[in-house]
């Protein structure tokens, strides 16, 4: 089955600055890679998602970059505010597959 | 769109009990699918569900869990005989399909605890 590591599992970086969490993934069949941000005591919600036909994807301070050679892909968030402060899983899964596989998540933290 | 329903939110169980999650998925979706979530740890996949039929349980223990979505009314997860491993965040969530079968939006989940 897939398997999906993610990297690093606790990030923190002051307010403006970049961030970046990176996903790899074992599967050649796996081609939606969702990103999911978590805040205490809350559900996953989905905040930006790619295709394996593209390799780049943008919305607004979030883009996404995939590699399907290397099997990995990337979350990065520029101009990082403290409201960006939650855990965010990556996923990946196979086109009406009906289950993700996710990583173990990334506590970010944003420091004012 | 009040989007994906769960409930209880917060359920206390002693050892033994049953335990019993709710979901109805958002308004236009048919397809269910329940993950668990321990304590700082990631997603984890247990089953997938249309209406009156399981599509994939590969992730559900093979004892004392189960799940249903029926014709009528919300999908339930069914832990019978709970044990304090079973704490932990149920989430629902539910997707169109069957183009977009992947797209989840989640529920804001059951947090179960087993005394």
């Known amino acids: 089955g897939e398997n999906v590591e993610q990297h690093p599992s606790t990030l923190s970086v002051q307010e403006g600055d970049s961030a970046v969490i990176k996903c790899t993934y074992s599967?050649?069949?796996?081609?939606?890679f969702p990103w999911y941000k978590q805040e205490l005591g809350k559900g996953p919600q989905l905040i930006i998602d790619?295709?394996?036909?593209?390799g780049e994807k943008k919305d607004q301070r979030i883009a996404v970059t995939l590699n399907k050679t290397a099997k990995h892909f990337s979350l990065h968030i520029t101009e990082t505010q403290p409201e960006d402060s939650a855990v965010y899983f990556c996923a990946a899964s196979g086109t009406n597959a009906g289950k993700s596989t996710f990583g173990d998540g990334t506590t970010l933290t944003v420091k004012p | 769109n009040a989007g994906v329903m769960q409930n209880p939110r917060h359920l206390v169980r002693r050892r033994g009990q049953e335990a019993r999650l709710r979901c109805s998925p958002m308004k236009g979706h048919s397809h269910v699918y329940w993950y668990r979530q321990l304590p700082e740890e990631g997603l984890k996949f247990m089953v997938y569900l249309q209406k009156e039929n399981i599509i994939d349980e590969s992730g559900m223990p093979k004892e004392r869990f189960s799940a249903e979505f029926p014709k009528e009314g919300p999908s339930i997860l069914r832990i019978q005989q709970v044990v304090r491993g079973d704490s932990a965040a149920y989430f629902c969530a539910s997707s169109r399909g069957p183009q977009e079968a992947n797209v989840l939006t989640f529920g804001a989940g059951s947090r179960l605890t087993v005394l």
């Open positions: 790619i295709r394996s036909n593209v």
């Open positions: 599967d050649s069949a796996s081609n939606y």
